[in-house]
């Protein structure tokens, strides 16, 4: 049983990474929300220190979380929400996420091309339905990033009993924006869409690189450094050709910042997001086909030495 567990692990070790790292920080981000803001051994503590010492500090810090304690029971599935995307976990996905689709991506994929197993499998299928295997790698390893929105969202819910109506404390937290709570949502539905069309993005860029190396930790390496670039070229190259030589409304450069799709701002047009994901997708998916365009050309490049 042991021995099968460690080859299990072996096999599928970038894949139960890329789902490890996800529910790790969703975990996280939940203690440390309740922790920081309600957490009972913060009461306790102070309560002690008020009723023993009788100062005024120890006394209102007391107040201080019995008050957050009171508004955590009447905490909304919306604010939990929005407070566990922009204030915790937002930190850290926006960075990860890349890397986690390219892990799958990898996983699925790159045993075919470093083994040289492709060869004898293009062998038993035509090109073509290879092709479009190869391809729908991209659209299942991206389903991951509009789960960890919708494992959010339904933890918030069952935390806060799926209670929809906020209360008026809420409406003076950053965290507030009216559109987005009016809208909630079409906001989760576009935020879901979004992600997902960035995640076929960043797993295209995987695909571009896999027949560059045999060697999976570089090809990972080299499509997640790919995606930096990117987001550099992206923002800077796009203000300076639209902003600054197409003299257009500088408040565009709120869709340049790919940081930004995971979390939309309610004063932006979401359908501008979902319109340029999509577009990135787009773009990626014919670039790859382009480069697997030719059967040869993709043998020769997978026998070639590789890095």
């Given amino acids: 049983m ?7 692990i072996k096999k599928n070790y970038l894949l139960i990474l890329a789902y490890l790292i996800p529910i790790i920080l969703i975990g996280f981000s939940f203690t440390k929300y309740y922790k920081e803001y309600y957490s009972l051994e913060q009461y306790e503590k102070y309560y002690q220190a008020c009723q023993e010492l009788k100062d005024e500090v120890s006394c209102q810090h007391f107040n201080t979380i019995k008050q957050l304690n009171e508004q955590y029971k009447e905490t909304d599935t919306k604010t939990y929400f929005f407070e566990i995307l922009n204030h915790y ?3 850290y996905i926006v960075v990860l996420a890349p890397l986690l689709v390219i892990l799958q991506t990898v996983h699925f994929l790159h045993k075919e091309f470093s083994s040289g197993f492709l060869k004898n499998k293009l062998t038993r299928m035509s ?8 391809f729908t790698v991209s659209l ?3 389903i991951i990033l509009p789960l960890i929105i919708l494992t959010i969202f339904i933890l918030s819910g069952l935390i806060t009993k799926f209670n929809f109506t906020t209360p008026e404390w809420v409406y003076k937290t950053s965290v507030y924006n009216a559109n987005n709570y009016n809208n909630f949502f079409l906001y989760l539905l576009s935020s879901c869409l979004i992600v997902y069309f960035m995640g076929i993005f960043y797993s295209n860029i995987a695909l571009a690189f896999l027949n560059k190396s045999k060697n999976s930790l570089l090809v990972i390496i080299f499509s997640y450094l790919c995606f930096f670039v990117f987001v550099i070229l992206f923002d800077v190259g796009g203000s300076i050709l639209l902003i600054r030589l197409l003299k257009l409304n500088p ?6 910042n790919i940081f930004d799709y995971w979390y939309i701002n309610g004063e932006n047009n979401y359908l501008y997001f979902i319109i340029i ?5 787009l773009l990626s998916y014919v670039i790859d086909r382009v480069i697997y365009k030719n059967k040869e050309v993709t043998i020769i490049e997978v026998e070639k030495e590789f890095v």
């Fill in 2 to 8: 042991f021995t099968k567990t460690l080859n299990f």
């Fill in 140 to 142: 299942k390893s991206a």
């Fill in 277 to 281: 994901s999509f577009s990135l997708a």
């Fill in 89 to 91: 976990i937002d930190n």
């Fill in 127 to 134: 090109y073509k339905q290879y092709q479009k295997k190869f």
């Fill in 251 to 256: 408040s565009i450069s709120a869709y340049l």
